[in-house]
């Protein structure tokens, strides 16, 4: 694998009119699943699965966040409409998705577009990126990264 990869400073909106910072994921494991839109099939179907995997994730000492440009009362009505139990992090400013090289070009129905690429970053307790998937489909992903965190919770 090439060079390391350290989670970048940010401070962003979560849900409850709460903030969250770098600095409150030291210690602990987190994936942090990044996605284009609130309310879209995909990303209602990714938020549905980490959702239902959220006590296996907590058992193997893991937090999940969800992340995409999406103002916070807009992740408020997905949250309530879609029943997902994962904190939403707002980053309408793209600091953290262009820190980490998300916000790419994309082609749907023959239009190129910039946006969100979907990608999850398995973080260590030091904020190292243990772990980057890439352009991945939502389906199936969530048990993929809950495979992962407990492969690394175990080394």
Do not use: N
Request: proline letters at 7%.
């Amino acid at each position: 694998m090439g060079e390391q990869l350290t989670l970048p400073d940010f401070d962003l909106a979560v849900g409850g009119g709460r903030r969250i910072r770098r600095s409150d994921l030291r210690g602990r494991r987190t994936v942090l699943y990044f996605y284009p839109k609130d309310d879209t099939p995909g990303c209602t179907l990714e938020g549905q699965e980490f959702t239902a995997l959220r006590p296996q994730f907590e058992a193997a000492g893991v937090d999940v966040f969800g992340v995409s440009p999406d103002p916070p009362d807009s992740h408020e009505r997905f949250t309530a409409k879609c029943q997902l139990g994962i904190p939403l992090i707002s980053d309408p400013e793209r600091r953290l998705i262009d820190a980490l090289g998300l916000w790419v070009e994309k082609t749907r129905d023959g239009r190129s577009y910039m946006g969100v690429e979907r990608s999850t970053f398995l973080i260590g307790p030091d904020l190292d990126v243990e772990r980057a998937w890439r352009a991945v489909r939502p389906q199936g992903h969530a048990a993929e990264v809950l495979a992962a965190a407990g492969r690394a919770a175990r080394t």
